[in-house]
C-alpha cells in the first residue's frame, strides 16, 4: 500500500501486511511512523494510489468500510472506539448493525469471553475502567462475526495485569479461527504472542519476521525493544 490522507503527502509506503486464518500478526514501531495509518487504509478508510488490499484472495481495494464490514472485516480503532453514553448492551447491538438474523448467541459469546460485561451490560459504557472498555470495543467488533478482527493499540492505557488478561482473551480469539491484525506499543509483549510481526519505520516495512525472530533480531531489540 502506498498513500496518505486526501490530496497530502504519502505516508505509507510500500506497506505489506498480512494475517493469515486464525493467526496473530502484530504491527509495532514509533510513533507516527504510520501503524494507525496502515490500518485505517486496510479497512478503507484512506486512499491508497498504488497497491490493494486482499481478503481470502478477493481484491477488496474498492470496497467501503461497511463494504468490508460485510465481508468479515471488523476494526476497533485506536481513539473514539466506543458510544461512552450507552450501555454495554447497546454498543454491542451497535456492533451488529448490519446484521439481520439473531444476534443472542454472538452477545452470549462475548459475555463468556469477558465475563465483566455481562455483569455490567446495563451500565454507561463511559462509566467502565479503562481495560473494561477496551473489552467493550473488542466485544462490539465482534458482533458482526468477523473473519478478520483488526486492533489498533487494544492495551492503551492499561496496567501490565489487565494487558496480560486482554493478550490471552485475543489469543482465544485467534484460536477459533478470527484473524487478528493488531498495532501494539507494548511491542515486546505483543511479539511473544504473535505469529508475524512488522516494524513499520516512516510508513515502511523495517523488519518482518515471525515474533520470535523479531524478539531475538539484535537490531530489533536495539531499536525497538530497548536493548
Ligand atoms: N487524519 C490525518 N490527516 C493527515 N495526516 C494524518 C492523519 N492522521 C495521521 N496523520 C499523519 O500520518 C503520520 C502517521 O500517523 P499514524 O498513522 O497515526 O502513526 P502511528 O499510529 O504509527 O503513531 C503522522 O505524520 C501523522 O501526523
Ligand atoms: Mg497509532
Redesign the pocket.
Known amino acids: 500500500m502506498t498513500g496518505?490522507?486526501?490530496t497530502?503527502a504519502d505516508?505509507l509506503h510500500d506497506c505489506t501486511l498480512a494475517v493469515d486464518k486464525g493467526e496473530i500478526a502484530v504491527i509495532v514501531?514509533?510513533?507516527?511512523?504510520?501503524?494507525?495509518?496502515?490500518m485505517?487504509a486496510v479497512f478503507g478508510m484512506l486512499n491508497i494510489h498504488t497497491g490493494g488490499v486482499f481478503l481470502d484472495g478477493e481484491d477488496i481495494t474498492s470496497l467501503t468500510p461497511q463494504a468490508r464490514v460485510a465481508k468479515g472485516m471488523a476494526f476497533v480503532p485506536?481513539t473514539s472506539n466506543i458510544f461512552t453514553s450507552m450501555t454495554v448492551e447497546e454498543n454491542l447491538e451497535m456492533g451488529a448493525f448490519l446484521r439481520r438474523d439473531d444476534i443472542t448467541g454472538t452477545m452470549d459469546q462475548v459475555y463468556t469471553l469477558f465475563p465483566i460485561l455481562r455483569d455490567k451490560r446495563r451500565q454507561a459504557a463511559g462509566e467502565l475502567s479503562g481495560g473494561q472498555r477496551q473489552q467493550v470495543a473488542v466485544g462490539r467488533a465482534l458482533m458482526t462475526q468477523p473473519q478478520v478482527l483488526m486492533l489498533?493499540e487494544p492495551t492503551a492505557g492499561v496496567s501490565p495485569i489487565v494487558m496480560d488478561e486482554l493478550f490471552d482473551r485475543i489469543i482465544e480469539v485467534a484460536k477459533t479461527g478470527i484473524s487478528i491484525l493488531m498495532?501494539e506499543q507494548n511491542a515486546r509483549q505483543a511479539l511473544e504472542i504473535a505469529d508475524t510481526g512488522y516494524v513499520?519505520v516512516q510508513?515502511r516495512n523495517a523488519f518482518t519476521g515471525t515474533g520470535a525472530e523479531l524478539l531475538a533480531d539484535p537490531e530489533v531489540r536495539k531499536s525497538f525493544l530497548g536493548g
Open positions: 496518505g490522507y486526501g497530502g505516508i514501531g514509533p510513533n507516527g511512523a504510520g501503524k494507525s495509518t496502515a485505517k485506536q489498533d498495532v513499520l510508513g
